[in-house]
C-alpha cells in the first residue's frame, strides 16, 4: 500500500479546511447547515451498499444497474437512487455506457479488500447503534452514556450480553484497526521491542502485523475472555501460535508481567479520568523500569478546526463514559499515575502514538 509523505497530507487538509470554512462563511447560514443537517443520510447509504454487498458484486468489473438489481436482490429504480447519491462523493461511478464500477473509496466497501472497512459501516449504520446515538440529547444532558439508561448496564457488558450486536462491534474494531495499520506501523519501529503486550487487543489485528514484520518478537493479546476466544485458532492459521500467547482478564485487576511494550490502542478513550487512570495503574504495576508504554489515540489538537476525533469524542460520550484527549491532557492523565510521556509520533492517519515510560 502506497502510503503518501506526511507533510503533503497535512498540508492537502489544511488547504481542504480553509476551503470548506471559506465556503460556509460565503453562502447563508442556513444553506451552510443544510447540507450539514442532512449528511448523516450518506452513513446510512453507505451502510445499506454495504448490506447489499454492492461493492462485492462489482469486483469482477462493471455491471449495468439491471444486473446489479439481480445480483443484490434490490429494486432497480431504488437502486439506481441510492448509487447516484454514492456516486456524487466518489463511491462507486458510473461509466459512459451506463455500467456501474468501483471507486477506491468502494473497493474498502468490499469484503475481502485488503483494508476493508465493511464491518465498520456496518456497525456504525446498525439499528442498535444508530438507537444509542439517538440518545446524544439525554448523554450531553446528564454527560452520562445510553447503554446504562437504555439497557441498565456498561456498553461493555452489554456487547457480552447481546453477542450478535457484540460481534459486530469485534468485527468493527478490526475493520477500524485495519484502517489505520499500515500508517501505524509505517510510523514506529515496533520490531525493537522483544516482547509486545497488546493490553484489550481485541481480535489482535494490529498485534498479528506487529508480529508478522518484526520476526524476532514475541506477542501477548489480552482482552476480555468472550472477545479472545476465537484468537488462538487465528493465530495458528497465521503461523503466529509459537510466537504471540493468548491471555484473558480483565486490566482493571492485573495484566501480563514483564513485556518490553505495552499497547494501548483505543483504550483509555473509552474511560473516564478515574478508571482510565486505574488501566494504566493496572499496566504500571506489570512493566519493568526499562518497559516503555505505547498508547494509540486520536490525539485531539488544540485548534477549533475539523478532525475525525471530534466525531469519536461524541461516540465516547453517547456509548461509555470515555472522552478523546489533547497530547496536554493524555500528559497530565500519564503524570498522575507515574508515567512520563517522552514522545509523541505522528501518523498520516489521524491516530499518533505517544511512548511514555514510568516515572
Ligand atoms: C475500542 S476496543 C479496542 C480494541 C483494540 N485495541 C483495537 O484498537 O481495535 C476496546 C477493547 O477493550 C476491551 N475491554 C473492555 N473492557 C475490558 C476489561 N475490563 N479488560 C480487558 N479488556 C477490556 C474490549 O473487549 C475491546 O476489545
Redesign the pocket.
Known amino acids: 500500500m502506497r502510503i503518501p509523505p506526511l507533510p503533503l497530507v497535512q498540508t492537502v487538509e489544511s488547504i481542504r479546511n480553509l476551503l470548506a470554512t471559506a465556503y460556509r462563511r460565503l453562502v447563508p447560514g442556513h444553506v451552510a447547515l443544510m447540507e450539514l443537517i442532512t449528511a448523516g443520510w450518506i452513513t446510512q447509504a453507505i451502510h445499506a451498499a454495504a448490506e447489499l454487498g454492492i461493492a462485492d458484486e462489482l469486483t469482477d468489473g462493471p455491471r449495468s444497474n439491471a444486473e446489479l438489481a439481480a445480483a443484490v436482490d434490490a429494486d432497480a429504480d431504488a437502486l439506481q437512487r441510492l448509487l447516484r447519491l454514492l456516486i456524487s462523493y466518489g463511491i462507486f461511478t458510473k461509466q459512459r455506457d451506463g455500467r456501474y464500477a468501483l471507486t477506491p473509496m468502494a473497493e474498502a466497501l468490499r469484503r475481502d479488500s485488503p483494508v476493508s472497512l465493511r464491518d465498520a459501516v456496518l456497525l456504525f449504520g446498525s439499528p442498535s447503534h444508530r438507537n444509542h446515538w439517538s440518545y446524544l440529547v439525554e448523554a450531553v444532558r446528564s454527560g452520562e452514556p445510553v447503554p446504562e439508561k437504555l439497557h441498565g448496564m456498561p456498553f461493555?457488558e452489554y456487547?457480552q450480553r447481546d453477542r450478535d450486536f457484540g460481534e459486530c462491534y469485534?468485527r468493527a474494531?478490526?475493520s477500524?484497526?485495519a484502517f489505520a495499520l499500515e500508517p501505524i506501523l509505517a510510523a514506529y519501529d515496533f520490531g525493537r521491542y522483544e516482547t509486545i503486550a497488546?493490553?484489550?487487543?481485541?481480535e489482535g489485528?494490529?498485534l498479528t502485523e506487529i508480529l508478522r514484520r518484526a520476526p524476532r518478537s514475541q506477542g501477548i493479546l489480552?482482552?476480555?475472555p468472550d472477545?479472545i476466544a476465537s484468537a488462538p485458532d487465528r493465530l495458528a492459521e497465521l503461523g503466529l501460535a509459537d510466537r504471540c500467547t493468548v491471555e484473558s482478564?480483565?486490566?482493571?485487576d492485573s495484566v501480563p508481567k514483564g513485556c518490553d511494550a505495552y499497547l494501548l490502542?483505543?483504550?483509555l478513550h473509552?474511560w473516564d479520568e478515574h478508571d482510565a487512570g486505574r488501566i494504566l495503574d493496572t499496566v504500571r504495576a506489570a512493566m519493568e523500569p526499562s518497559a516503555r508504554l505505547l498508547i494509540?489515540e486520536m490525539v485531539l489538537p488544540e485548534h477549533a478546526g475539523l478532525h475525525p476525533g471530534k466525531f469519536i469524542d461524541l461516540e465516547m460520550l453517547v456509548q461509555v463514559s470515555g472522552r478523546e484527549r489533547t497530547e496536554d491532557e493524555y500528559r497530565l492523565l500519564l503524570a498522575r499515575h507515574g508515567f512520563t510521556l517522552t514522545r509523541r509520533v505522528p501518523t498520516v492517519s489521524p491516530e499518533n502514538i505517544l511512548e511514555a515510560r514510568v516515572s
Open positions: 461493555f456487547l469485534d474494531m478490526s477500524m484497526n497488546d493490553i484489550a487487543g481485541g489485528t494490529l489480552f482482552d476480555l472477545v482478564g480483565s486490566f482493571f490502542k483505543h483504550i473509552d494509540i
